[in-house]
């Protein structure tokens, strides 16, 4: 059976020059016209070693050459081009280019059209672990309601250890000299022994031994490797 061939992407990029001198276009305006033949694509100016400013052409040579004599001229002294080989993606691309550098010479900013801005997403999915974390240190108080609620629910199943270590298996720490145990139930509740006080987090179980506001039950706690070395159960989440 004939191997099936791995097929390659063709690069959007066909051709680039470099930190070429602004004068090349004065002395040798010929030999640049022939090079880039009129080519769509992006271009860059700098000022010695600092970019100046970004933009896109439908002919690149004219382009550049035109900034030799605008509001732009004896601002910058070298330039960069790349020859884009589709031009449905040309604006987009200087787009891009101009949020992240933000050159000096740039008025204006590129827009993303079709792109989705994540910061509100990210916004909610922070003040959802803040809730979290808030609902480990300090209790029932702090637990989150509603919509939140049932979608940090969904995501964690509100109980962290569950599913990080072996059912019933047993956490240890120590604190001013006395040692303190718990067990780990299938749906990741911990169970203080003797007493069999129940909490969601090892924050709380914390908490409840150590009679402390706030505790980061994660490096209190600790459980049994395969060689019997007790290790924090933060590593579990590494």
Not at 76 to 96: A, G
Not at 134 to 150: A, D, Q, Y
Not at 201 to 220: D, E, F, R, Y
Request: some cysteine.
């Amino acid at each position: 059976m004939a191997k099936k061939e791995k097929h390659k992407a063709r690069s959007i990029i066909t051709g680039h020059l470099e930190k070429i001198g602004s004068n090349v276009f004065d002395n040798y305006s010929s030999v640049i016209k022939e090079l880039i033949k009129g080519n769509q694509g992006i271009y860059a100016l700098y000022k010695k070693d600092r970019l100046y400013y970004v933009g896109l052409a439908s002919n690149l040579k004219s382009r550049i050459n035109a900034h030799n004599k605008d509001k732009h001229q004896n601002k910058w002294t070298h330039f960069s081009l790349y020859i884009i080989r589709k031009e449905d993606h040309i604006k987009e691309i200087e787009s891009l280019v101009l949020r992240v550098s933000y050159p000096k010479g740039n008025s204006i900013r590129g827009k993303l059209k079709q792109s989705k801005d994540l910061r509100p997403l990210l916004k909610r999915k922070l003040k959802e672990e803040q809730i979290i974390q808030l609902g480990e240190f300090f209790g029932s108080k702090n637990r989150p309601t509603g919509k939140i609620k049932k979608r940090i629910k969904k995501k964690t199943g509100e109980r962290p250890l569950r599913g990080l270590l072996k059912n019933y298996q047993r956490i240890y720490c120590t604190y001013n000299g006395k040692d303190y145990k718990a067990k780990v139930l299938p749906n990741g509740v911990v169970e203080l022994i003797p007493s069999k006080k129940r909490f969601d987090s090892p924050s709380m179980a914390g908490i409840a031994v150590i009679k402390k506001k706030t505790i980061n039950g994660w490096k209190l706690w600790k459980y049994k490797e395969k060689n019997g070395e007790l290790v924090y159960i933060d590593k579990l989440r590494k």
